[in-house]
């Protein structure tokens, strides 16, 4: 009897159903809190994650932001100091232009104060020539008027500049010059005893100029001391003749005697 008890008691501690059943449900619910936890732990963890690769973009556009400001800091120090070399070399090309155009107002100036002076100078050097062509030997006197006379009229034009018009002026000085260099014959008129007769003229430089008349009637020379021209004698008539023939090509150069006059004496 007592045996009996006892397994019966035993078999009234034990849970019942209704008791399993709700420690189950406890423990699903349990499991249920347990795993939404970690689906909001995962959750959270995704979003961190999502966080934390945006910021990284962020990172890495600031990083190449960065880059690329410091690529372009360094190139706009690179031009700076390419500008700071330029504008030295600037202004030591303004510096020098500044000093040209000093240079250029001070000859400015003189040229204009020689451009005053160069008018007069021309007029006193065309008269000083005609003077000169008047008292030197009376060869080619036409010619050597005209041109002077050209000189003058050229003085007067306003329309032709001021160099040109002495290029010229020292042109005729340099024909005047050439004169006295070369042998050279030319024919004109003469008047020989109150008769005017057309004549073969040879000029030696300014040494001599003697005349041959075209029919070989007379002979003659310039006498610088009397200023009129003079007959001679036939023993120059051959030497005349021999020069005329040189000046023209006719004949090839030889030693000729000619007449000089002699200087003058002084009293």
């Not at 059943?21 to 979003?47: H, N, P, V, Y």
């Not at 000859?107 to 008269?127: A, F």
């Not at 002979?219 to 005349?240: M, W």
Request: hydrophobic share 35%; charged share 30%.
């Amino acid at each position: 009897m007592a045996t009996t008890a006892s397994a019966q008691e035993s078999e009234d501690v034990g849970p019942t159903p209704e008791e399993k059943a709700q420690r189950r449900a406890a423990a699903e619910q349990r499991l249920e809190q347990r795993t939404d936890k970690l689906g909001s732990i995962f959750d959270e963890a995704a979003e961190l994650n999502k966080i934390a690769q945006n910021a990284q973009e962020e990172i890495n556009d600031l990083s190449n932001q960065t880059s690329r400001l410091v690529s372009e800091y360094t190139q706009l120090l690179k031009q700076i100091e390419g500008l700071k070399a330029y504008n030295a070399q600037q202004e030591r090309l303004i510096q020098s232009q500044e000093e040209e155009k000093a240079e250029f107002r001070v000859s400015i100036r003189d040229v204009q104060s020689v451009r005053r002076q160069i008018t007069p100078l021309m007029l006193r050097m065309v008269g000083a020539l005609e003077r000169f062509v008047e008292l030197d030997m009376p060869f080619q006197l036409d010619e050597r008027r005209e041109r002077i006379a050209g000189l003058r009229d050229l003085l007067d034009q306003s329309n032709v500049a001021t160099p040109e018009k002495f290029r010229r002026v020292l042109e005729v000085y340099q024909i005047e010059n050439e004169y006295s260099r070369f042998l050279n014959a030319y024919e004109g008129t003469l008047t020989i005893g109150g008769e005017e007769k057309e004549v073969k003229f040879l000029r030696a430089g300014r040494v001599a100029l003697v005349y041959e008349t075209l029919d070989g009637s007379s002979v003659g020379f310039y006498n610088k001391n009397t200023g009129s021209f003079e007959p001679l004698g036939d023993q120059y008539r051959s030497a005349i003749e021999k020069g005329l023939e040189v000046a023209n090509q006719q004949a090839s150069p030889s030693i000729i005697s000619l007449p000089v006059s002699g200087p003058e004496q002084v009293q």
